[in-house]
């Protein structure tokens, strides 16, 4: 039903017997399509790329390696009508090849837009494919603009809990947020490419710290030690600069980047990773000199950095940082699994999954609070925050130090 | 206008309160404080204004109260500013003396001063104090008054304060609109490390830290002048959300909790102790645990003081307060906030007291009026200042203009 041949999507991706991780790239939905076409630059020729979608008008203009197109007698080809369910449903049946379009790969980025419905049903169990065929699953996300609704906005909140839940990372940009970064007079058009240009850099930060041979190599171990079973939901930043201040220029963009709440998100995560790219004059100096701001800025974090050397900048400084947030240690993680071999499509069970592990600082009593309100600050809720070497003050001092009181 | 010459008014327009310090100056210029009024402030967070027409009520209120203790007519106040927008930093002005016989003129001195004054602030930034800390001559530290020495290179270190234009400017508009004129802006710390500090400890070199409802300022004197200015946005009012938050009360019971039981360490017999809650018609409605509260505060305070701390290392300023640090403002009223500082600051601690005013001690003797005071008293210096120096010399005109300019 998927495809006409016999088995296209497991000819087509025979794993590669080289000595760099094979990482294949799949967009779910409409967005998900969208950001894959968007992924042109030669350095990502060699990955392999797929579509996924429940409807399948896109597919002609993409050159991805393989289309799956998920349908349905029910909906005559008019795609999941923006109902995740519909479009889980669908996934679920055709599980088995979603798992064998990932077999063999050591690494899968996810894109998609969250909020509609193919991309929110879509994602989440496509994660759960790639976990089971074997590779570590990293989501790149864009969830809504405030405007778009209440539905889409719930819908993507519930698929980005699953995704969490299902993939070992998900990199989310909240399109919310790309406000701060475009002038008024931005095009809707524009507005949108730029949203996905920004994800874009962040699969390319990624991608070129497990591809590109660097000067600080981070090995794919690595990266899997950061990430497997974290289940954490990741922000990112993407910075450049040029000229003589650079290292100085990226640090300030950095601390000043709305998508790390102005640095905050840094203070609070928990491991970070850090991809540097520049010309041939980049200097052992500069490395030391972000990397020292980056290390005073997330002291309890795990930090990974990478950095390589592309003649192409010339004196350009590219810096990719991909922070993972703290969730509440003793939050129970909902996750919909497969249990048993079969499954009736549409239909899966909600279990609640093994607690998210205990962090290695040594399980302090802090208390916990409900993910909605990150920490109420209570009468300076509504006032400019005291921010402090990244630290907001305004928050009770007993909380951020993990004091308990019992 | 003579009659009242000698009248200086401080307003300080705090988070937690608006004060107002009436000071008569007599004919030798010392000051002696005849009116205080007060009024709870309502408008006003960490520092500065979010409700003008609460604020304006208030300032009302606490004016009037001033007014009819001192019996006299507000016309013009040196208001305080405070807010985490407000810094400070030190700058270096050089000038080469061009004169034939090197020996250098008071023309010399205002061209350094003019120099040193010209620093790169950020555009919505406006200067609210340069101070003037050294003179160099020819690389010779320590030089107060070089007027008539000789040299071929004079130079001068500056203490500039610096803050948002647009939110002082909010102050002092607020206080034109109540028909009262603003003599000058002053920031905070400066005023109250005026009231507290005698000039030996100026000499010897003080911290001194006003812990107020919302900022906490601190300035640092050394050699006389003033060497480090800063403001943090935590004061009184973090304490009580902290205890708010942590006991689960409500604000306006976490401020009375705060101020019957709080302590700056936990203290021995607070230990498993517990409060009853009670409403209105005596019926307990919660117990509260003695030992979190002071837990709770003292984990603020420390950290708060930790903060200065670490910015005195930084600036490399530990080794040079030698009279030690003196506190002051309403947070300075918490049980054991001076053990609290040594153990800190490893140094001497002592509450401050405004020095060197009189009149109407018992009220003046309390923490919280420290800033309001110096206000005062910055006023009474510069009136002392403008009498040294007649108007009607170049030098005179030119800061006369200078101050007229400043105003608007």
């Known amino acids: 039903m998927a495809t006409d041949n016999e088995n296209p999507v497991a000819d087509a991706l025979i794993p590669e017997t080289s000595g760099a991780p094979l990482v294949k790239i799949f967009g779910a939905g409409n967005a998900g399509a969208k950001l894959l076409g968007a992924l042109t630059t030669p350095e990502f020729a060699a990955a392999q790329s797929a579509i996924i979608d429940t409807d399948a008008s896109g597919f002609a ?27 889980k449903a669908m996934a679920e049946e055709q599980f088995s090849t979603l798992k064998s379009a990932c077999e063999g790969a050591s690494v899968v ?45 719930a819908q993507a909140q519930t698929a980005l809990e699953q995704l969490k839940a299902a993939a070992d990372g998900v990199v989310c940009l909240p399109s919310q947020k790309i406000f701060k970064l475009i002038d008024e007079n931005t095009s809707l058009v524009e507005t949108f490419s730029f949203s996905g240009g920004f994800l874009i850099e962040g699969v390319r930060g990624v991608w070129q710290l497990l591809t590109r041979p660097g000067l600080i190599q981070v090995h794919f171990a690595d990266l899997c030690g950061l990430l497997r079973d974290r289940h954490a939901e990741n922000v990112f930043a993407f910075v450049e600069a040029t000229g003589a201040g650079r290292s100085r220029e990226v640090v300030e963009k950095i601390l ?12 609070d995560s928990e491991a ?23 290390k005073r800025q997330c002291s309890h974090a795990q930090i990974i950095m990478g950095a390589a050397v592309d003649a192409d900048l010339k004196s350009k400084l590219c810096v990719t940082i991909i922070a993972a947030r703290q969730t509440p240690a003793s939050m129970p993680v909902r996750v919909e699994a497969r249990t048993g071999t079969s499954n009736p499509a549409g239909k899966s069970d909600i279990v609640i999954a093994r607690p998210s592990r205990v962090r290695r600082t040594g399980a302090k009593a802090v208390q916990t609070q409900l993910p909605l309100t990150i920490v109420s600050k209570g009468r300076f809720d509504k006032s400019e925050p005291t921010l402090h070497h990244g630290e907001d003050l305004d928050v009770p001092t007993f909380i951020r130090r993990g004091i308990p009181l019992n | 206008m003579f009659e009242d010459s000698n009248i200086v008014v401080g307003l300080e327009i705090g988070t937690s309160k608006i004060c107002v310090v009436v000071g008569e100056q007599n004919a030798e210029g010392a000051l002696n404080i005849i009116g205080l009024g007060q009024a709870r402030s309502r408008g006003v967070r960490k520092g500065e204004i979010i409700n003008p027409e609460q604020v304006e009520e208030d300032l009302r209120a606490a004016v009037f109260e001033a007014e009819q203790m001192a019996d006299v007519e507000i016309r013009s106040v040196y208001l305080g500013v405070s807010g985490s927008h407000i810094r400070g930093f030190n700058n270096r002005g050089m000038h080469t003396v061009v004169s034939a016989e090197r020996e250098i003129s008071d023309d010399d001195v205002q061209d350094v001063i003019k120099n040193a004054k010209a620093i790169n602030l950020p555009a919505e930034n406006t200067v609210v104090h340069a101070v003037r800390q050294h003179f160099f001559v020819d690389g010779h530290d320590g030089v107060t008054n070089p007027v008539g020495m000789l040299g071929a290179r004079l130079e001068l270190d500056m203490h500039v304060v610096h803050g948002n234009a647009n939110r002082l400017q909010n102050a002092i508009r607020l206080v034109r609109g109540t028909q009262l004129e603003v003599d000058e802006i002053v920031f905070n710390g400066v005023a109250s490390s005026l009231a507290l500090l005698s000039g030996d400890q100026k000499e010897l070199g003080a911290l001194v830290i006003d812990i107020g409802g919302g900022t906490t300022e601190y300035v640092v004197y050394s050699d006389g002048a003033i060497r480090h200015t800063g403001v943090l946005a935590v004061g009184g009012d973090h304490v009580s959300n902290d205890l708010a938050y942590g006991l689960k009360v409500p604000l306006s019971r976490a401020e009375k909790l ?31 645990n003695v ?27 530990t080794d040079y307060l030698r009279a030690g640090v003196f506190l002051c403002g309403g947070g300075s009223r918490v049980p054991g906030i001076v053990k609290l500082a040594e153990t800190v600051f490893q140094m001497n601690v002592t509450l401050g007291h405004p020095g060197a005013v ?35 010399t170049p030098g005179g005109l030119k800061q006369a203009f200078g101050r007229f300019l400043h105003r608007s």
Do not use: W
């Open chain 1, 61 to 87: 203009a993409s050159n991805a390696t393989v289309k799956i197109h998920l349908e349905n007698k029910l909906l005559r080809g008019l795609g999941s009508g923006g109902d995740p369910e519909r479009a």
């Open chain 2, 358 to 392: 009189s009149g109407l001690t018992n009220t003046l003797e309390q923490p919280e009026f420290c800033a309001a005071i110096g206000l005062a008293k910055y006023g009474s210096l510069k009136n002392r200042q403008r009498t040294a120096r007649p108007l009607f």
């Open chain 1, 272 to 294: 970070v990773l850090v991809s540097l790219l520049a010309g041939k004059d980049l200097t052992m100096a500069e490395v030391n000199r972000v990397m020292e701001q980056v």
């Open chain 2, 291 to 317: 030992e979190h509260l002071q837990r709770i505060m003292s984990v603020r305070l420390e950290e708060l003081f930790r903060l200065i701390a670490q910015e005195m290392e930084q600036a490399g300023l």
């Open chain 2, 258 to 288: 705060k101020i019957e039981h709080g302590a700056a360490q936990v203290t021995e017999e607070a230990r498993g102790q517990t409060i009853s809650i009670t409403n209105e018609l005596g019926l307990e409605l919660k117990r509260i």
């Open chain 1, 109 to 153: 980025f996810i894109l998609a837009g969250l909020g509609g419905g193919a991309g929110s049903g879509i994602s989440p169990i496509l994660a759960r494919a790639a976990r089971e065929a074997g590779a570590l699953v990293l989501a790149f996300v864009t969830l809504p603009f405030d405007c778009e609704g209440n539905r889409r906005e």
């Open chain 1, 256 to 267: 000043a980047h709305p998508l790390l709440d102005e640095g905050r998100a840094l203070a």
